[in-house]
């Protein structure tokens, strides 16, 4: 008997089919580490999070405030930090959450925020993707840095004169590529740097995830991210877990410059991300650079 397409797409099996393979394919979304299962405690920590107010930002700040942290959100919206620091304090039950306003586009922003947080703070136990307070850092040890980077490192490449806006493509996500893979690399100078301190340091990639960082993106792009998305893109709530992972994990103590995946295993970075020689002179061409601000 003869079967059109039309037919085996219209059968309600297919439907059913593709039903149980959505949910397979969510189910696989999810790594071996849950957080919630971790029973780590940060009673008397001070942790940073920028870009708190919301995605992955937020899901950090509020686990990290259910665990009983001081948690800093560091936001450039008021407004919109205004809201998410409400959010946390209502649902962790914890009312020592605070706001702190920082565009970390600008260094004389950074540094205002750098500079207020080692006034108004005693400690600093964690930083999640922020490097500008490590000698307070250093005095709270045992503390930890984790940067937020991606696998769009790879794809990442090392050219000094993108520092002064030249030779830069913004066609999709190549700027975005190069900094990611920046990331990785200043890290990992970083845990370099501070070993012996106490100070661990180390970057990850959350995953594919359904963020608002789309909205910049044609109606398009949006409509395809969001379709395929729900089958195989984390939640923000997932795509906080490797961050987390690395800031709150038993297992993580004494690991330093090393790069994890969506999954919380550790993995191999790009290979430019683990020339040394390399690293040194972005991080120091980095120093000379936002020195000057």
């Known amino acids: 008997m003869y079967l059109a397409w039309t037919d085996v797409f219209s059968h309600p099996l297919w439907a059913v089919s593709t039903v149980i393979l959505g949910l397979v394919l969510r189910s696989q979304r999810r790594g071996s580490w849950d957080p919630r299962a971790c029973l780590v405690q940060l009673k008397g920590k001070t942790a940073i999070v920028t870009g ?18 001081r948690v800093i959100m560091a936001c450039r919206s008021e407004a919109r930090g205004s809201v998410a620091l409400q959010e946390i304090r209502k649902r962790s039950g914890n009312a020592n959450v605070h706001l702190r306003l920082v565009d970390t586009s600008s260094l004389a922003s950074v540094r205002a925020f750098t500079e207020g947080v080692l006034r108004e703070e005693k400690e600093l136990h964690i930083l999640v993707n922020n490097a500008g307070a490590s000698d307070l850092l250093k005095q ?71 963020t608002e960082v789309m909205r910049h993106y044609n109606f398009m792009v949006r409509f395809f991210f969001n379709m395929i998305g729900i089958f195989f893109f984390k939640s923000s709530e997932e795509g906080a877990v490797s961050t987390i992972y690395c800031a709150v994990a038993v297992e993580m103590e004494g690991i330093t410059g090393k790069y994890f995946d969506s999954d919380c295993s550790l993995v191999l970075p790009a290979p430019l991300a683990r020339d040394p020689a390399l690293a040194v002179k972005v991080f120091e061409f980095c120093e000379r650079l936002t020195s000057k601000f």
């Open 52 to 69: 708190a107010n919301t995605g992955i930002g937020k899901f950090i700040a509020l686990d990290f405030a259910r665990r009983g942290a």
């Open 140 to 210: 709270s040890a045992p503390a930890r840095i984790v940067n937020v980077s991606s696998v769009n490192h790879w794809r990442g490449m090392v050219d000094f004169s993108h520092f002064k806006g030249k030779n830069l493509d913004y066609t999709m996500d190549s700027v975005y590529n190069h900094t990611k893979l920046h990331n990785v690399i200043c890290t990992n100078e970083l845990a370099r740097r501070l070993q012996g301190t106490g100070v661990i340091a180390n970057s990850i990639h959350p995953g594919l995830v359904m």
